[in-house]
Protein backbone atom coordinates (compact mmCIF):
# COMPACT_ATOMS: atom_id res chain seq x y z
CA UNK A 1 0.00 0.00 0.00
CA UNK A 2 2.91 2.30 0.94
CA UNK A 3 6.59 2.22 0.50
CA UNK A 4 8.42 4.65 1.71
CA UNK A 5 12.61 4.38 0.93
CA UNK A 6 15.89 6.90 1.74
CA UNK A 7 13.90 9.55 3.27
CA UNK A 8 15.45 12.67 4.44
CA UNK A 9 14.55 16.35 5.52
CA UNK A 10 15.88 18.66 7.02
CA UNK A 11 15.22 22.35 8.20
CA UNK A 12 17.95 24.71 7.93
CA UNK A 13 20.88 23.08 8.89
CA UNK A 14 18.64 20.64 11.35
CA UNK A 15 18.48 17.28 10.22
CA UNK A 16 14.98 16.11 11.04
CA UNK A 17 14.76 12.70 8.84
CA UNK A 18 17.95 10.73 8.16
CA UNK A 19 17.06 8.27 5.93
CA UNK A 20 13.77 6.53 6.62
CA UNK A 21 12.26 3.23 4.86
CA UNK A 22 9.35 1.46 5.73
CA UNK A 23 6.27 -0.45 4.30
CA UNK A 24 2.62 -0.42 5.22
CA UNK A 25 0.24 -2.94 3.86
CA UNK A 26 -3.24 -2.45 2.96
CA UNK A 27 -5.40 -3.27 5.95
CA UNK A 28 -2.76 -2.64 8.71
CA UNK A 29 -2.46 -0.02 11.62
CA UNK A 30 0.84 1.04 12.69
CA UNK A 31 1.38 3.35 15.06
CA UNK A 32 4.28 5.41 15.23
CA UNK A 33 5.90 6.22 18.40
CA UNK A 34 8.91 7.66 20.07
CA UNK A 35 9.99 10.87 22.36
CA UNK A 36 9.46 14.61 21.22
CA UNK A 37 11.26 15.52 18.21
CA UNK A 38 11.82 12.07 17.11
CA UNK A 39 10.36 12.88 13.95
CA UNK A 40 7.42 11.34 13.76
CA UNK A 41 4.88 14.26 12.96
CA UNK A 42 7.65 15.38 10.07
CA UNK A 43 7.49 11.76 8.50
CA UNK A 44 3.46 11.43 8.85
CA UNK A 45 3.15 14.83 6.91
CA UNK A 46 5.73 13.44 4.19
CA UNK A 47 4.02 10.08 4.00
CA UNK A 48 0.71 11.91 3.55
CA UNK A 49 1.94 14.39 0.90
CA UNK A 50 1.94 17.61 3.27
CA UNK A 51 5.48 18.07 2.94
CA UNK A 52 8.47 16.98 0.56
CA UNK A 53 11.22 15.10 1.31
CA UNK A 54 14.53 16.38 0.45
CA UNK A 55 15.72 12.64 -0.73
CA UNK A 56 13.64 9.49 -1.24
CA UNK A 57 10.93 7.97 -2.57
CA UNK A 58 6.92 7.29 -1.92
CA UNK A 59 4.52 5.11 -4.09
CA UNK A 60 0.92 4.90 -2.02
CA UNK A 61 -1.22 2.82 -4.17
CA UNK A 62 1.44 2.05 -6.88
CA UNK A 63 1.68 6.05 -7.50
CA UNK A 64 5.09 7.53 -6.47
CA UNK A 65 3.64 11.04 -5.28
CA UNK A 66 7.27 12.26 -5.35
CA UNK A 67 6.14 12.53 -9.16
CA UNK A 68 2.94 14.71 -8.56
CA UNK A 69 3.18 18.41 -8.39
CA UNK A 70 0.51 20.98 -8.02
CA UNK A 71 -2.99 20.29 -8.74
CA UNK A 72 -2.19 16.61 -9.54
CA UNK A 73 -0.74 15.89 -6.07
CA UNK A 74 -3.69 18.13 -4.37
CA UNK A 75 -5.75 16.31 -6.62
CA UNK A 76 -4.37 12.31 -5.78
CA UNK A 77 -4.23 13.90 -1.67
CA UNK A 78 -7.83 14.54 -2.05
CA UNK A 79 -9.16 11.17 -3.29
CA UNK A 80 -6.60 9.21 -2.44
CA UNK A 81 -5.83 9.99 1.53
CA UNK A 82 -7.62 10.55 4.83
CA UNK A 83 -6.39 13.03 7.59
CA UNK A 84 -7.23 12.91 11.02
CA UNK A 85 -5.57 15.47 13.35
CA UNK A 86 -5.31 15.95 17.50
CA UNK A 87 -7.39 19.10 17.43
CA UNK A 88 -9.87 18.02 14.79
CA UNK A 89 -9.72 21.15 12.97
CA UNK A 90 -13.32 21.16 12.29
CA UNK A 91 -15.03 24.74 10.86
CA UNK A 92 -16.77 26.46 13.60
CA UNK A 93 -19.32 27.66 10.94
CA UNK A 94 -20.40 24.61 9.39
CA UNK A 95 -22.43 21.56 10.60
CA UNK A 96 -20.92 18.35 11.62
CA UNK A 97 -22.43 16.87 7.97
CA UNK A 98 -21.52 19.91 6.19
CA UNK A 99 -17.88 19.55 8.13
CA UNK A 100 -17.41 16.04 6.93
CA UNK A 101 -18.52 16.79 3.15
CA UNK A 102 -16.02 19.67 2.47
CA UNK A 103 -13.38 16.74 0.71
CA UNK A 104 -16.11 15.60 -0.98
CA UNK A 105 -17.08 19.09 -3.06
CA UNK A 106 -13.68 19.85 -3.33
CA UNK A 107 -13.13 16.83 -5.27
CA UNK A 108 -16.65 17.31 -7.56
CA UNK A 109 -18.69 15.17 -6.00
CA UNK A 110 -22.24 16.12 -6.11
CA UNK A 111 -23.53 17.46 -3.29
CA UNK A 112 -26.62 15.45 -3.08
CA UNK A 113 -24.28 12.44 -3.42
CA UNK A 114 -21.90 13.40 -0.57
CA UNK A 115 -24.95 14.44 1.53
CA UNK A 116 -25.94 10.87 1.32
CA UNK A 117 -22.56 9.75 1.97
CA UNK A 118 -21.94 12.03 4.83
CA UNK A 119 -24.90 10.91 6.54
CA UNK A 120 -24.86 7.35 6.54
CA UNK A 121 -21.01 7.46 7.81
CA UNK A 122 -22.29 9.75 10.35
CA UNK A 123 -24.90 7.00 11.60
CA UNK A 124 -22.08 4.50 11.11
CA UNK A 125 -20.42 6.71 13.47
CA UNK A 126 -23.34 6.63 15.73
CA UNK A 127 -23.76 10.55 15.55
CA UNK A 128 -26.99 10.17 13.22
CA UNK A 129 -28.59 12.76 15.71
CA UNK A 130 -25.86 15.31 15.28
CA UNK A 131 -25.85 16.00 11.57
CA UNK A 132 -26.80 19.77 12.11
CA UNK A 133 -25.29 20.44 15.34
CA UNK A 134 -21.93 22.54 14.80
CA UNK A 135 -18.83 21.93 16.36
CA UNK A 136 -19.31 24.07 19.76
CA UNK A 137 -22.12 21.66 20.18
CA UNK A 138 -20.51 18.78 20.05
CA UNK A 139 -18.26 16.87 22.69
CA UNK A 140 -14.54 16.43 22.00
CA UNK A 141 -15.10 12.58 21.48
CA UNK A 142 -17.98 13.46 18.93
CA UNK A 143 -15.95 16.59 17.47
CA UNK A 144 -13.25 13.72 16.56
CA UNK A 145 -15.73 11.02 15.13
CA UNK A 146 -16.65 14.16 12.96
CA UNK A 147 -13.19 14.32 11.75
CA UNK A 148 -13.08 10.83 11.61
CA UNK A 149 -16.25 10.89 9.13
CA UNK A 150 -14.60 13.76 7.18
CA UNK A 151 -11.31 11.60 6.82
CA UNK A 152 -13.10 8.95 5.21
CA UNK A 153 -15.88 10.46 2.73
CA UNK A 154 -13.81 9.86 -0.24
CA UNK A 155 -13.04 6.24 0.32
CA UNK A 156 -9.31 6.66 1.10
CA UNK A 157 -6.65 4.59 0.37
CA UNK A 158 -4.71 5.10 3.40
CA UNK A 159 -5.41 7.49 6.68
CA UNK A 160 -2.92 9.31 8.25
CA UNK A 161 -3.67 10.60 11.67
CA UNK A 162 -1.05 12.69 14.12
CA UNK A 163 -2.18 12.33 18.17
CA UNK A 164 -5.66 11.47 17.20
CA UNK A 165 -6.30 10.96 21.06
CA UNK A 166 -4.12 13.43 22.26
CA UNK A 167 -7.03 15.89 23.15
CA UNK A 168 -9.38 13.24 24.50
CA UNK A 169 -10.19 11.48 27.68
CA UNK A 170 -9.46 7.99 28.57
CA UNK A 171 -12.73 6.93 27.69
CA UNK A 172 -13.45 8.49 24.59
CA UNK A 173 -9.33 7.72 23.89
CA UNK A 174 -10.54 4.28 24.28
CA UNK A 175 -13.50 4.35 21.68
CA UNK A 176 -11.77 5.83 19.44
CA UNK A 177 -8.95 3.35 19.11
CA UNK A 178 -11.56 0.60 18.69
CA UNK A 179 -13.42 2.54 16.17
CA UNK A 180 -9.95 2.55 14.22
CA UNK A 181 -10.20 -1.77 14.54
CA UNK A 182 -13.61 -1.37 13.19
CA UNK A 183 -12.72 0.53 10.15
CA UNK A 184 -10.29 -2.16 9.00
CA UNK A 185 -12.06 -4.75 9.57
CA UNK A 186 -15.75 -3.42 8.51
CA UNK A 187 -14.25 -0.91 5.39
CA UNK A 188 -10.74 -2.47 4.95
CA UNK A 189 -9.06 0.44 5.79
CA UNK A 190 -5.48 1.20 6.55
CA UNK A 191 -3.62 3.41 8.95
CA UNK A 192 -0.79 5.41 9.90
CA UNK A 193 -0.89 6.20 13.42
CA UNK A 194 1.45 8.73 15.23
CA UNK A 195 0.91 8.55 19.10
CA UNK A 196 1.98 9.11 22.37
CA UNK A 197 -0.61 6.69 23.76
CA UNK A 198 1.05 3.49 24.51
CA UNK A 199 -2.03 1.49 24.24
CA UNK A 200 -3.40 2.27 20.97
CA UNK A 201 0.21 1.61 20.11
CA UNK A 202 -0.08 -1.69 21.50
CA UNK A 203 -3.21 -2.65 19.77
CA UNK A 204 -1.39 -1.69 16.38
CA UNK A 205 -0.66 -4.23 13.93
CA UNK A 206 2.69 -3.17 14.01
CA UNK A 207 4.61 -0.26 15.84
CA UNK A 208 7.61 1.47 14.94
CA UNK A 209 9.87 3.63 17.16
CA UNK A 210 11.59 6.43 15.98
CA UNK A 211 14.56 8.26 18.14
CA UNK A 212 16.47 10.86 16.14
CA UNK A 213 14.94 11.14 13.01
CA UNK A 214 15.50 6.81 12.45
CA UNK A 215 13.57 3.98 13.05
CA UNK A 216 15.26 2.41 15.86
CA UNK A 217 12.99 -0.55 16.24
CA UNK A 218 10.09 -2.40 14.75
CA UNK A 219 7.60 -4.52 16.92
CA UNK A 220 4.74 -6.77 15.85
CA UNK A 221 1.65 -6.69 17.95
CA UNK A 222 -0.49 -9.71 19.23
Known sequence: MLVAEGIFKKYGDLPILKGIDLEIKKREVVSIVG????????????????????????????????????????????????????????????????NVIIPALLGQRSKNDALKKGAELLDFLGLAHRL??????????????????????????????????????????QELHELFFRLKAEMDQTFVIVTHNRELAAMSDRTLEMKDGVIVNTHANG
Open 132 to 173: EHKPNALSGGEQQRVAVARALINDPDIIFADEPSGNLDSKNS
Open 35 to 98: ASGAGKTTLLQILGTLDEPDSGSISIAGQITNELKGNQLARFRNERLGFIFQFHQLLPEFTALE
